[in-house]
C-alpha cells in the first residue's frame, strides 16, 4: 500500500499571534520545530500585545507585520515574500460581552476578515502560478459556541451537533466556519478547523472570567459573576489547546472538523470559588504577597471570596458548554494534559510573575485603544465590574 506523505508546514503566518491564544502558540511552535519560519499579522487592538512575544523578538524565525486580516494585497504580499505553506488563524474579535455592546466589529472581523484571508490564501495557493506548486493548510481556529447551548444531560458537542449560535460573537464565529467549509468545497482550499472550549493561562487579557478575577482580588475589587453563578463552562489550558492545534496541522485531514476541549465542566462560581482558595493559599505561604497587593482581601486577613458579588446576567447567556473530544482522541492522539487545578496553579504562578505585562496591557495599551476607538462612547472598562 502506498501511503500519502505527511502534510509539513514550514513557513506559518499566524493571525491574531499578538493576542492570548496566538502568542501561547508562537512560543509554542517555536520552541517544538527548530525549522521554518513565523510571521505575526495582528492589528494590535487593545487585546493584542506585542510584549506578549517579546521573549521571541527579535529572532530570525520570527516577523511581526502590524497589519488588518482584511487587507486582501498585504496578506497576498506576505504569502509570497515569506513563502507561506501554512495559516494559523486566530484573529477575531472574542470577547462575548463585547459582541453584545458593539457588534459591528465582530462581522468586520470575525467574517469580513476571515473571507479575505480566505480569498487571499486561494489566489496564493491555488491561483498564482509563482506560488500555487506546492501543498499548503489553512487552520481555521474556531469556537464550542457555535454550537449553541447545552441542557444539563444533553450529550456533550460533537462535531457532528449541528450549529446554534446565541451571541454576535458566535454567530460570527459560525459564519467564519461556513466560509471556511465551502473553500474547500467548492475551491480545494486545505482547511481543518477547530471548535474549542475556554481557554485559560498566560497572556490572557483580564477582561475574561479568570484573569479578571485574579486581577481584581489582587486589587480588591469585586468579583462579578453574571445570574445564578451555575453556568457550566469546560477549561483548557492554553498549551494543551496548542498541543491539540499542532496535531491538526501535521495529521489533521483536509476538510475535516476537530473538538477540543479540557473534559473539566465547571460552573462559573466553582470556578471562582477555586481562584480563591488557590489564592488563599498563595497569601498564606508567601509573606510578599501582602506587601505586593495590600487592597487583596487576604492581606487584611480576610478570604478571597468575600469580594463575589452576583450581578445581573448576560444577555442571551448560554448555560453549559460541554466538548466531546472522542474524534481528536482517536483521529490524532489527542489527550489534554493540564487539571483545572495544575492549570490554574500555572496560571496564578504567571501572573504574579509577571505584573508589569496585565498592568501595562490594561493601563497603557488598552486605554490608548479606547480612546482612539471609543472616544466619547460607553466602551466597556474590563477594570469594573459588567453592568447590564
Ligand atoms: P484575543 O482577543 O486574545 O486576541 C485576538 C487577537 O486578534 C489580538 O491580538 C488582536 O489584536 C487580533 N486582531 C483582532 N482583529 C484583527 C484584525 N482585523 N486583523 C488582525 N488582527 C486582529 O483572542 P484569543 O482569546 O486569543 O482567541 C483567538 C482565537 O481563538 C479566536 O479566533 C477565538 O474565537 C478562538 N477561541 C478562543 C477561545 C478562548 O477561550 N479564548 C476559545 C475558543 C476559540
Ligand atoms: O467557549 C469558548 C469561548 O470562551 C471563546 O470562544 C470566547 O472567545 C471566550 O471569550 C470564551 O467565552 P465565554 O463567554 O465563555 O468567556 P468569559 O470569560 O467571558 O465568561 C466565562 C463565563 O463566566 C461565562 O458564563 C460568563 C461568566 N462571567 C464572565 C465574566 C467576564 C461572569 O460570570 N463574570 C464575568 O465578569
Redesign the pocket.
Known sequence: MISTPRFRPRNLLVTGGAGFIGANFVHFWLGRHPTGRIVVLDALTYAGNRSSLEPREPDQRLRFVHGDIGDERLVGELLYDEMIDTIVHFA?E????RSIHDPDDFLRTNVIGTHALLKAARMAWLEDPRTATGEHRFHHVS???VYGSLGPSDPAFRETTPYAPNSP??AS?AAADHLVRAYHRTYGLSTVTSN????YGPYQFP????P??LVNLLHGKP?????D?Q?V??WLYVEDHCRGIELCLLDGAPGETYNFGGNKERT?VEVVRLLCATLDRWFASKPDLTRRFPDAPRSAGRPSDCLIEF?RD?PG??RR?AVDVGKAERELGYRPVETLETGIERTIAWYLDNEPWWSSVMDGSYRRWMATNYAGSQGLDPTE??RY
Open positions: 477575531a472574542t470577547h462575548v460581552d469556537t464550542d459556541e460573537y458566535s464565529k474549542c472550549s475556554n481557554n477582561e475574561k472570567l479568570i479578571l478575577t468579583i462579578p459573576v453574571y445570574g453563578g453556568n463552562r469546560d462559573n450581578v448576560r447567556h448560554d458548554y465590574p459588567r
